[in-house]
Nanobody
């Protein structure tokens, strides 16, 4: 199993930036596909971005060109750099490990207009 802990959320004005981090423990992180999802009140959890071993990435259309997912295997950490934030990006952001199917507890991102 793997344990995931997210951090870096907060309150930011529209147009601002945040960087989320997700630290994984208990597994060989370098072989795992990692992803970020988000969930807004009253909505289903949705895919944001994914990174495979070796660095291949893909993104939801709504965040392409604004968000960047990256990983540091030496630190067992995956990042989500979020730029040009919009109020509609407000959500709880979750980290997911695809090998074990584990989720973190999430970190709140709030974007004010």
């Amino acid at each position: 199993q793997v344990q995931l802990v997210e951090s870096g959320g907060g309150l930011v004005q529209a147009g601002g930036s945040l960087r989320l981090s997700c630290v994984a423990s208990g597994s060989d992180f370098s072989i795992n596909t990692m992803a970020w999802y988000r969930q807004s009140p009253g909505k289903q959890r949705e895919f944001v971005a994914q990174i495979r071993p070796g660095g291949i990435t893909n993104y939801a259309e709504s965040v392409k060109g604004r968000f960047t997912i990256s990983r540091d295997d030496a630190k067992n950490t995956v990042y989500l750099q979020m730029n040009s934030l919009k109020p509609e990006d407000t959500a709880v952001y979750y980290c997911k490990d695809f090998y074990w199917g584990s989720w973190g507890r999430g970190t709140q991102v709030s974007v004010s207009s």
